[in-house]
Nanobody, 119 residues
């Protein structure tokens, strides 16, 4: 299984970014997908997850209403649309795949993509 995340970059506060994560080596629709982030000097934290068919999502409170997770099973890709970005959103963002619950112990992780939000 390989997960490749991309789409990070430098953006001003209030701006938007869309992260993508392309998956290969798995039956994509059989896997829940999620995103974590890790800020400098802090532990990795859960942001959002989505069910295999996309009909169920879960968000951490800090990103509700600003971030949207979605997936396109036809192209084996999960997305994280991030709006109204804040400097505290600065982190390395990781995509995650698991056939069960998305957690810090999930089996498959992407390499991470850096998001930097300037004030």
């Amino acid at each position: 299984v390989q997960l490749q995340a991309f789409g990070g970059g430098l953006v001003q506060a209030g701006g938007s970014l869309r992260l993508s994560c392309a998956a290969s080596g798995l039956t994509f629709s059989d896997y829940r997908m999620g995103w974590f982030r890790q800020a400098p000097g802090k532990e990795r934290k859960f942001i959002a997850s989505i069910s295999g068919n996309g009909d169920s999502t879960l968000y951490v409170e800090a990103t509700k209403g600003r971030f949207t997770i979605s997936r396109d099973n036809a192209v084996n890709t999960v997305y994280l649309q991030m709006n109204s970005l804040k400097p505290e959103d600065t982190a390395v963002y990781y995509c995650v795949a698991d056939q069960r619950r998305i957690s810090s112990g999930s089996a498959y992780w992407g390499q991470g993509t850096q998001v930097t939000v300037s004030s």
